[in-house]
């Protein structure tokens, strides 16, 4: 069973549900951030002695290791950051800001793909522009077309797979027609890479980031791909020590990529534990991992629709792991805290993504979100435990 690689799962009975968020960890990568803080705690590229240099050894193999696996040309593309997050604000404010005069997202987008082209200025219809969704919440393409017609050379950022919905975008069409109109690129991550392949160089994305976290991995790293073209247009984020060929009381002359863009100590056992949470995935298999995905989603679905009320905001084919509902006249978060009290952890609330709960005219949503370890049993209890805390909240 997969429940058995991870230990919260031996010490703890809560049907988790909230992979959206955040996934456990398997034993494995726990192991090995244990391993360097036991066993060879030094900061990297500094030290010029044994646990140094294994340390760095680890790091740097593991930037190898993203590499391959996302097989982008070059270690000098990935970038470690804290996640998601930081990729996005890295971008906007060392990339973006001085040479875009649109960026383009889509509707579908978490807070942190949009909030920090707010900070910069950029408005709707003031330098922002929203692509439309069909009645499924997928992407609209020949709307996206428009968009880049009317601004030739944007910058477009979108979501991989919606946190809320689940919907995939058609991220390799996003690319090509981006391009044909002189655009750069940036697809987040965060939802995708624990449930699909990715492959920078048959995207052809200008940056894509992902956080370790929501793939199995230690929190706070996470990995911004940028393009080898792009570096050297890429303005340095932050500046400090490890970034430093040289500086005197004047002047500092920078290393190259990537670590002029890692500024200050990294942290070290996560980079190295997102390693073993890459192999296990690769342990695995995407192949695996969708097919039982799928079969949980159409688990899902089929207990949902035999609950009275149940309103689901997409009958999208399109989608992955992540599934959002409400039933009639209830609130979500009372559903939430329903839940909570059977010992089920699912998300409710707006997730992270204000905008299209407005456009949909609801204040949030119940998602549940799936991991690799879950099973049909997490699936039959969540609906026992729904059905149960709907008959109370409609007594
Ligand atoms: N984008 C999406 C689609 C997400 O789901 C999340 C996290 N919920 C983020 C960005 C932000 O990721 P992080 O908190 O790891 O920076």
Known sequence: ?????????????????????????????????????????????????????????NYEDTRDFVRSFINANSSREIIFTKGVTEGINMVASSFVKENFKTVIISSLEHHSNIVPWHNLGYKKGNGLEVVRFNNNLEFDLSHFEELLKKNPGAFVSVTHVSNVFGIVHPIKKITELTHKYGGKVLIDGAQSLSRINIDVKEIDADFFVFSSHKSYGPTGVGVLYIKESNIKSFKLYQTGGAVIDRVTYDDSTFLDSPLCFEAGTQNIAGVIGFKSALEYIKSISYEVIQKHEKYLLELLHKGLG??????????????????????????????????DKQGVAVRAGHHCAMPIMEELGIDGTVRVSLGIYNDKEDIENFLAKLKRAVSILKD
């Open 1 to 57: 069973m997969i429940k058995d690689d991870f230990p919260y799962f031996s010490n703890s009975k809560i049907t988790y549900l909230d992979n959206g968020a955040t996934t456990q960890k398997p034993q494995r990568v726990i192991d090995s951030v244990v391993k360097y803080y036991s066993e060879y705690c030094a900061n990297t590229h500094r030290g010029s002695y044994k646990d140094g240099n294994l340390a760095t050894l």
């Open 306 to 339: 035999e609950i009275d009320d149940v309103l689901l905001y997409t009958h999208s084919n399109l989608v992955g792991g992540n599934l959002s509902f409400n039933i009639k006249d209830i609130t979500p978060i009372d559903l939430g805290l329903l839940l």
